[in-house]
């Protein structure tokens, strides 16, 4: 267990929809990553927070925004979802080098 | 950006047999990551590298970075079917925290 926790596990959306995503992270993390990962793939960096502020970002339209609370938590919208939106969606929680992954939210988009 | 190249794409072997896998960069290596990944579930950290010649053991499994050569790779020792799964390389981007990942290596265990 490493304390990362997301929500919610499973969701199904229509194309065109928007959607939130939420992830707690680990206590003493102020770093929170956002993660893409589809099918027969390896994660793709989404962006990261850092208290509060977005800190990189990947290559992923700005339909995909984020959000850090000061309690470190963080969410992540996708607006007008596409069906290449479905996929895992992996937070990360970090303070230095070492990251932690929570179990992830399954999006499908139909 | 980063490119990591893992092989095997996948492996099956037989319960008690020794394995490799192997994680190649297209760039220098700064701090290199190994997680495992069970189907459609989160990465359970394992290890991290950060130094030429680095080599971490954790139970059964042992990693080691050659900087050098760009590469690291994951040996487990006495497999078991509680090794299965999939094993992900990730390496450190320029935003601390940034990883880029490899594609994965699929690994069965069979009894």
């Known amino acids: 267990e490493t304390g990362v926790t997301q929500s919610p596990t499973h969701l199904i959306k229509t194309r065109g929809q928007q959607v939130t995503l939420r992830c707690s992270s680990q206590?003493?993390?102020?770093?929170v990553s956002w993660y893409q990962q589809a099918l027969g793939q390896g994660p793709q960096f989404i962006f990261q927070y850092y208290r509060e502020e977005e800190n990189g970002r990947g290559n992923f339209p700005p339909r995909f925004s984020g959000l850090q609370f000061p309690n470190y938590s963080s969410e992540l919208n996708v607006n007008a979802l596409e069906l290449d939106d479905s996929a895992l969606y992996l937070c990360?929680?970090?303070?230095?080098?070492?990251?932690?992954f929570g179990p992830g939210t399954r999006l499908t988009v139909t | 950006s980063q490119e990591l190249e893992q092989s095997p794409q996948s492996l099956i072997v037989q319960e008690g047999k020794n394995l490799t896998i192997n994680c190649t960069s297209s760039?220098?290596?700064?701090?290199l990551y190994w997680y495992k990944q069970k189907y459609g579930e989160g990465l359970i950290f394992l290890m991290m590298?950060?130094?030429?010649?680095e080599e971490k053991s954790h139970e059964k499994i042992t990693a080691k970075l050659d900087e050098k050569k760009q590469q690291s790779s994951l040996h487990i020792t006495a497999s078991q079917p509680s090794h299965a799964g999939i094993y992900l390389c990730?390496?450190?981007?320029?935003?601390?925290?940034?990883?880029?990942f490899g594609r994965g290596t699929q690994l069965t265990v069979w009894p």
């Open positions: 990730g390496v450190r981007g320029s935003t601390l925290g940034r990883l880029y």
């Open positions: 590298l950060q130094k030429g010649g």
């Open positions: 206590s003493g993390h102020n770093t």
């Open positions: 760039k220098t290596l700064y701090g």
């Open positions: 990360a929680s970090s303070w230095g080098y070492e990251q932690y």
